[in-house]
Every structure is written in structure tokens, then in C-alpha cells.
């Protein structure tokens, strides 16, 4: 069983930065697929940024070029930095986690593909 926490949220000003943190715990850090998420009151989670076991990255179109995913395998965390960001963002994010040598490039941006998730973390960006 893997369990997750993310950590960072907060508030924070148009244009200024944060950067989320998601630790795990329990299971094989190192061979996990892991994925950010958000999520709008009302609205399903959509997907942000996902990093593969081997590195591999993804990006949702939306943050390309302002989020930047990354993951420390000796410390069992997963990042999320998060520049110029824009009132829009404003939601909660959510770490996930799966085990699979096996996922498509398409794969990373399902919710349904994570069987791992964190509580969340309230991100608000004020204007």
C-alpha cells in the first residue's frame, strides 16, 4: 500500500511561484509512474504533469513552460514548481501514483490509470 502527502499549497500573488511536494511512503518509489492533478470545484480532475519510473515527462498544454515536474527516488518525493502562475490555476492539486512498466504515453494523463492518490493541497492564486 502506498500512501501520499502533498504539501506547499497556499496563496500566493499572480505571477509569483510555488512548489508542491508529494512524499510517499510504503512500495518501491523508484519503479512508480507519478502524476499531479487538479481539480476545480465541481469539475473532474484534469491532468497537469506526470513523470514515468524512467523519467520520462508529460505535460498538460496549459503549463508548459511555467510547471516543471520532478522526482527525488533517494527521498521519495515527487515536485511540483509552479512559476508565473495565473488566477485560473487556482485549485486543488493532487499527487497520484501507479506501478506499471507498461503505460502508453496517453496513459499518463488518465485519472483512471492512478490507483494512488494524495488528499490534495489548495493552491490560490490571487489577482
Known amino acids: 500500500q502506498v500512501q501520499l502527502v502533498e504539501s506547499g ?3 500566493v500573488q ?3 511561484s510555488l512548489r508542491l511536494s508529494c512524499k510517499a511512503s510504503g512500495g518501491s518509489f523508484s519503479v512508480y509512474n507519478l502524476g499531479w492533478f487538479r481539480q476545480f470545484p465541481g469539475k473532474e480532475r484534469e491532468f497537469v504533469a506526470a513523470i514515468a519510473w ?3 515527462i508529460y505535460y498538460a498544454e496549459f503549463v508548459k513552460g511555467r510547471f516543471t515536474i520532478s522526482r527525488d527516488n533517494a527521498k521519495n518525493t515527487v515536485y511540483l514548481q509552479m512559476n508565473s502562475l495565473k488566477p485560473e490555476d487556482t485549485a486543488v492539486y493532487y ?3 501507479r506501478f506499471s512498466y507498461n503505460l502508453r504515453g496517453s496513459d499518463y494523463f488518465r485519472v483512471d490509470q492512478y490507483n494512488y492518490w494524495g488528499q490534495g493541497t489548495q493552491v490560490t492564486v490571487s489577482s
Do not use: F, H, P, R
Open 9 to 11: 499549497g497556499g496563496l
Open 14 to 16: 499572480a505571477g509569483g
Open 54 to 56: 524512467s523519467n520520462s
Open 95 to 97: 499527487c497520484a501514483a
